[in-house]
């Protein structure tokens, strides 16, 4: 089992920036690959980034690209989301979350271990 949990969540003005962390435990997450998803009040769950158990391949939504960076630190089982330039659209809940297999990385369901979620909010 892993568990996860994020921090990093808050309040922040169009343009501002945040750093989002998923600390996990139970399990040392170096052989896992590492997502970032995000929820928004009355919509789905969307892919928003995804860091391969190495730190090779990082993959990105399209909206996210250029502004989000996704980075891990496996000594530390920790995975960070540095989000720069935050625009309003970007207010969600922020999950992270751990899979063994990188297929299907942009799909949810493809993700075994989950982690409770931090609230991110950007006002105009």
């Known amino acids: 089992q892993v568990q996860l949990v994020e921090s990093g969540g808050g309040l922040v003005q169009a343009g501002g920036s945040l750093r989002l962390s998923c600390a996990a435990s139970g399990r040392t997450i170096s052989s896992y690959h590492m997502g970032w998803f995000r929820q928004a009040p009355g919509k789905e769950r969307e892919f928003v980034a995804a860091?391969?158990?190495?730190?090779?391949?990082?993959e990105y939504t399209d909206s996210v690209k250029g502004r989000f960076t996704i980075s891990r630190h496996n000594a530390q089982n920790t995975v960070y989301l540095q989000m720069n330039s935050l625009r309003p659209g970007d207010t969600a809940v922020y999950y992270c979350a751990a899979k063994r297999s990188w297929n299907d990385y942009v799909f949810s369901r493809a993700y075994d271990y989950w982690g409770q979620g931090t609230q991110v909010t950007v006002s105009y």
């Open positions: 860091i391969d158990w190495s730190g090779a391949i990082i």
